[in-house]
Each structure stands twice: as C-alpha cells, then as structure tokens.
C-alpha cells in the first residue's frame, strides 16, 4: 500500500501484513495528495498541490519524470492501468480530467464540479465515481467519457473525502471528513450502512482502502493508520501510529486481478487489474488451475486386455496392459500429469490369435473378389456404350428418302367439310408389300384436309376412298 504525507512532502510504501512503512526516493516531492500504481509498468503516480503537478517514477526512484503540470490543486486521482489512461480531480480549475501514460492526449471530462477530491473508476461497472465536498456534499458518479452523469448521494454528508470499492462485497465505501464516520453503499447510492462513526472513538479520516474486507484509512487525529476487520469487535482492530508521518493523507492498496487469489493450484501474475494469468503446479489446468488433470481409460486392442480397469485415473497412477494369448507379455502405463496422456514404459507387441490369422485371409479374400466383380461390370458397361455410339449401316433394301417419288395427294372429302375447326381424326394406311416401311399415324385436320405420306400403289389407295366414301 502506498501513503502520502502532505506537510512531510514525502510518499511512503509498506506491506498489507505488517504496516512497515518506508520513504520512497522520490525528489522534488511537497505536497503531495493522491497516489496510484500502475500493476503492469511498476510505476508510482502522485499528485502535488504544490508544484500543481502530476508525476510518476519507479518504486526505486528510477525514470522519474513529471506527466502533466501546470495544474491548479490537483486532489484526487486514479490509474487505470487496463486503458493506460490517469484520471484526476483539480479543486481549482473545478474539473475532471484524464491524460495518457506517456503524457498524451489530455482531456477535461467535466468542467463545472464545484469541489471535487477524491475518484475512482468502479472495475464491475466501468464508471467513474468522485466526491465532491463543496457547497452541496455528494457523491457523483459518469461513464468514463464524462457522459452519463448523474448524482447518487447527496443527504447527511458533511465532507465526503476519500473513496474505495469493495471488491468482494460489490459496495463503495467513502469516508466523511466532517462528520467523523465511514459508510458504504450500493453502486447506485442505495443500501446506506454506516461502518464507523465516532461513537467507536475519536477518529479524522482522510483516505480509506479496503482489502479482503478488512478497511483501513489514514488518519489525522490518530496521526496513523486504522484498521478495522469484519470480525474484530475492538476498535480499531488494529493500530499503526506512523511518528514520521505528520500529515497521513492519500491512501492507495494496490488491488490487481490478482488480489482475489484466482488461483487455485497455481501462481498468480496480473495483466492489469481485471486481467491475469496462472502458472499451473502439476497435475491441474485451467485459466484457475482449478481442473485436475486426468487420463481416460485406453480402449484394448484384440490382443490385449487391460486389468482391472476403470474410467478415470489421477496423474501418477498406472495400468497394466497384458497380451490375450500371452499371460507372461504385459507392459505398464502411467498417467502423465503434465499433459493427462499415457505414457508407455516399454513396447507390447502381442502374437495374433488364430481366429484373427483367419479372419484377416478372408478379408483379403473378399476384397480380391469384389475387385474381381467391379472390374468385369466396368468392362461390360463399356462394351456396351461403344457399340451404342457406332453408326448404323444401310443394307440397299430401304429407299433413301430422295428416291421415294413425291406422295400422293389425298382429296377432301364432303363429309368433312362441316367439322368444326377443333374437331379430327387419326388415319393411317400401310403397305405390307413395302419391306421395311412402317408410317406413323398422321393427325389430319377435319376442316382445312391433309396430305398422307403413304407409299401405297394407286389402285390400293382407291379401293380405300371408295370404302369410306360408301
């Protein structure tokens, strides 16, 4: 955890466990307020009301470099390590502003907050929340942009300073500098509890974090440290009276993905402070090395059986795979717990049964013979198309179509005059002298008459006329 002493113009550093604190060696420090860290570069951020300055350096006071300056009180700020973007409240200039990590694109998000101190970007909600200790005390909440913006508390609130979210209990949590007391709420104002107050004693908050549910703040009055935990009934819990720190002020716990301990088996490393990745011990998986590693049941060949089977085994444990026909050929398996596959401590090459000797010449049997089958249905197939594809020869007994003669014509009959347009009749004549020559029926229209194509003789062809005309 990171705290600033505003009249010692110093920042220091201590660990969650012990309170231990120690001087950063950071130069040209005054005053500083607010303080943030950056999980993925190592950097520390701070703000200065002073040199009215934003500025940053490495934990060891290496790259120390100032990211924005010429600012009027620069209160409160937040790193937003997940967009590489700080955001920060200035008192003076009454605005919301962000800028980038290298000093880029600088932006005022909201220009007319009356007098703003502390901000904090919510990770469940992506929104930004601040307090704002001016002539109406509230706490107001917008997105990121600075759009959306809208008030969430506004009643019994004196000077509403420092604000944290509670990871675990999905609540803000501020402290009030006026009326001596912490609080928490929902995100959206609602379900108000108040955590400490000055009943509990005399206390003067100024900045508050909270840390697997255990909330601590910095203190004016104590001129230290408090630490209230949930199931600690004394108050506080715990005590760190810090002498060298005159004026304990921005309070800031570095909570990253990794905080909620994600994983299970395994090692935490933080992408930021919503991403993270585990490092898995042996024998689990996962993104939280949460799943145990496990090989599956190897399926048996005809050879060989495996003894005393079951479905799943545990990294480390072994089968025994033995020969069918050889009860002195086996060879053992052992379950990797690295990659949950089998590995074989030598090769098992079992003799092959009869039945199976058998059975494999009578596969090969069948395949000759149904080889044999397709071969022959593919030749006739293609015997029988070429012979299809030859062009037919004419033997001299059919007259080609030029030496046929022209074809008689057929005269109209009386008794067909009067047929509607629509009405017909089908005639055909063949000549059974004629080898070869079988006519097709002709369709003949009743009114207009018709030619047959018939190659009968004359004499025929009015013996014919005269039937019909009887």
Known sequence: MFLTDLSGGAIYVAHTNNLNFRQLPFLFVQKPVAVGYDVIAKEVYWTDVERKTLSAAQIDGSSQRIVVQ???????????????????????????????????NQRVLINDVDMPRAIMIVPENRKLYWTDWGSTPKI????????????????????????????????????DARLDKIESCDLDGGGRKILLDSTHG????????????????????????????????????????????AQ??????????????????G???????????????????????????????????EESHIEDPKDLYTPGEQIIITCI???????????NASSGYWDATEDLKCPESA???????????????????????AFCVFAYIKRRKQPQVNNGNIPEPQERGPLPHVPQHPI???MDEDQHYYSGISNPNSIGHIYDTNLVDGKAGAQRDSREDQPRYETMLRSITQ
């Not at 408090?226 to 760190?240: A, I, K, M, R």
């Not at 304990?248 to 088996?265: I, K």
């Not at 090395?289 to 599956?296: F, G, L, Q, R, Y």
């Open 70 to 104: 010429g600012l009027g009180v620069p209160d409160g700020l937040f790193v937003d390590s997940d967009n590489e973007t700080i955001f920060w409240t200035d008192t003076d200039f009454k605005t919301i502003e962000s800028i980038q990590f290298d000093g880029s």
């Open 140 to 175: 107001e909440m917008s997105n990121r942009d600075g759009s959306g913006r809208q008030m969430i508390l506004d009643t019994d609130i004196g000077w509403p300073n420092g604000i944290t979210y509670d990871m675990q209990g999905n609540r803000l949590i501020w402290c």
């Open 202 to 245: 005399a206390f003067h908050p100024f900045g508050v974090i909270v840390y697997k549910s255990t909330v601590m703040w910095s203190d004016w009055v104590l001129k230290g440290v408090g630490v209230e935990e949930p199931d600690n009934q004394t108050w506080p819990g715990l005590y760190s009276s810090v002498s060298f720190i």
């Open 248 to 265: 304990p002020s921005g309070f800031h716990v570095v909570v990253d993905s990794c905080s909620a301990e994600p994983c299970s088996f």
């Open 267 to 301: 090692t935490c490393h933080p992408l930021g402070v919503s991403n993270y990745e585990c490092d898995c011990v042996t024998g689990f998986t996962g993104k939280d090395c949460d799943t145990a590693i496990t090989c599956a049941l190897p399926i048996e060949s």
């Open 325 to 335: 026909n050889d009860g002195n050929a086996s060879t053992t398996w052992i379950c």
């Open 355 to 377: 039945m199976n000797h058998t059975g494999r010449w009578i596969g090969i049997a069948s395949g000759v013979i149904i080889l044999a089958v397709l071969v022959l249905t």
């Open 416 to 418: 067909y005059m009067d």
